[in-house]
T-cell receptor, first 112, second 114 residues
Framework: QKEVEQDPGPLSVPEGAIVSLNCTYS??????FMWYRQYSRKGPELLMY????GNKEDGRFTAQVDKSSKYISLFIRDSQPSDSATYLC????????????FGKGTRLSVIA | DAGITQSPRYKITETGRQVTLMCHQT?????MFWYRQDLGHGLRLIYY???????DKGEVPDGYVVSRSKTENFPLTLESATRSQTSVYFC?????????????FGPGTRLTVL
């Protein structure tokens, strides 16, 4: 079992829909959780960052962490065609020296 | 230009040839990383470096060599390319003082080994 599991999709939704992207993980030592967005033929870029359990909101994006269930989510409200990308979850034990462990990524298409 | 750049952006080579992928960053970030991205596997860490002359293996280091003589450069060499090394390679960097552990990625190098 990989440390981080993420449904690769693809996921296709109409414009304006609420999107839910999810990852599960097996290592309870993970403390820092991130979501990266990757447009086609580009490198990933950091979208959201959360520490420990709870919710964090940034505009139309909400990141949610449930450490008891080892489950993280990214919600996109009022999805736009410009949100079409691959979303990768990532996590690590410490913010300093340890490398990130990435999920495989979920490809999202928002149809106008 | 400021940021992180990779060269070449596209490369086609043959089995058995040596290939070097270049990565350059202008931020003076201490950490640099090499990943490969394949369908069905996502991003996998090949090697990383905490500073000049300090490198460490990641998840999939076999068949790759790295060096870091200068902080800003982190070349990745495939000593004898194999078809299984056909992939998209991403370089990334991170500031050691970053509390967010944010990695900044380059645009990628698409490598095909025939």
């Amino acid at each position: 079992q990989k440390e981080v599991e993420q449904d690769p999709g693809p996921l296709s939704v109409p414009e304006g829909a609420i999107v839910s992207l999810n990852c599960t993980y097996s290592n309870s030592a993970f403390q820092y959780f991130m979501w990266y967005r990757q447009y086609s033929r580009k490198g990933p870029e950091l979208l959201m960052y959360t520490y420990s359990s709870g919710n964090k909101e940034d505009g139309r994006f909400t990141a949610q962490v449930d450490k008891s269930s080892k489950y993280i989510s990214l919600f996109i409200r009022d999805s736009q065609p410009s949100d079409s990308a691959t979303y990768l979850c990532a996590m690590t034990y410490l913010p300093g020296n340890t490398p990130l462990v990435f999920g495989k990524g979920t490809r999202l298409s928002v149809i106008a | 230009d400021a940021g992180i750049t990779q060269s070449p952006r596209y490369k086609i080579t043959e089995t058995g040839r040596q290939v070097t992928l270049m990565c350059h960053q202008t931020w003076s970030h201490s950490y640099m990383f090499w990943y490969r991205q394949d369908l069905g596997h996502g991003l996998r860490l090949i090697y990383y470096s905490a500073a000049a002359d300090i490198t460490d293996k990641g998840e999939v280091p076999d068949g790759y060599v790295v060096s870091r003589s200068k902080t800003e450069n982190f070349p990745l060499t495939l000593e004898s390319a194999t078809r299984s090394q056909t992939s998209v390679y991403f370089c990334a960097s991170r500031d050691s003082g970053s509390s967010y552990n944010e990695q900044f990625f380059g645009p990628g190098t698409r490598l095909t080994v025939l």
